[in-house]
């Protein structure tokens, strides 16, 4: 049988842990589970949401690096956690922090509750951008367009993903992940394929002005992958422009293609 996390299952653990303490003789006072639904109060809870979310993937991750299960288990198992956590721990968006808003957008996303999560990303938007905090910002404003991909607002997404070009250099570096990986796949196919099109090779243009120090182990795995998902990223473009019928832009992606990796 599948090995599936929930949070019951999680703070079982905890529960197993401290009871062979106690009976090892460790005499420190065992205090309320800080991860509890029953326990945690409301200002707390995106904390906790974000610890045991974060816990957990950490969890399959690694059993996914063992192959102990395959790809579209540890999608799975990550929704349905996601999906239960959230369950039990509401959060009131009219009442959350707006800093940790996006602890419990992120979470929502992670159970495929768009609507929700949208909610959520859009309160840590602005707030993010009040802040000048780009990373939260640009981070925060990929997320809330995935979501309003898939709650068929196609439009307000790529506007969205194009207030984040005025970002920083060094803030720059998700914007081509996200729109490759996760905006233009909940967003193709509803009618706005060219526009999505021309927003992949203006996100390759983000990510070639992004400023990373090669250096260290994060800057050079950031240009490794870099060079695969410009690669990617026009070759989806082409398909797109394609599937819209518009040959003459299908055909000049395609020399730019040719061109960058020729």
């Known amino acids: 049988m599948p090995f599936t996390v929930t949070p019951a299952t999680f703070l079982r653990s905890l529960m197993v842990a401290g009871a062979l303490a106690a009976l090892c003789g460790c005499q420190t006072k065992i205090l309320p589970d800080p991860n509890d639904p029953a326990t945690v109060t409301a200002g707390d809870r995106p ?104 709650l068929k607002k196609v439009p307000d997404a790529i506007e969205n993903v194009r207030a984040t070009f005025d970002s920083p250099p060094a803030a720059k570096a998700p914007i081509l992940t996200g729109t490759l990986l996760c905006v233009v796949p909940a967003g193709e196919g509803q009618g706005d394929d060219v526009q999505l099109g021309k927003l992949l090779q203006d996100a390759v243009g983000q990510s070639m002005q992004t400023i990373v120090d090669p250096k260290t182990d994060a800057g050079k795995s950031f240009l490794i992958a870099r060079t695969v998902q410009v690669r990617n990223a026009l070759g989806l473009a082409v398909d797109l422009f394609r599937k819209a019928g518009r040959s003459d832009l299908a055909n000049a992606a395609e020399q730019r293609r040719l061109s960058q990796f020729s």
């Not at 999906?83 to 602890?103: F, G, N």
């Open 47 to 150: 904390d906790a949401i974000h610890r045991l979310l974060s816990a957990t993937g950490n969890t399959l991750g690694e059993r996914l690096a063992k192959r102990e299960i395959d790809e579209s288990q540890f999608e799975s198992m990550k929704t349905d956690y996601a999906a239960s956590l959230v369950k039990e721990m509401k959060v009131d968006p009219t009442k959350v922090d707006p800093a940790k808003a996006w602890e419990v957008g992120d979470a929502y996303r992670a159970a495929k509750e768009w609507s929700t999560a949208a909610e959520f990303f859009k309160i840590s938007v602005p707030y993010a951008k009040k802040r000048n905090d780009y990373d939260r910002f640009v981070n925060d404003s990929l997320w809330l367009a995935e979501c309003q991909c898939h």
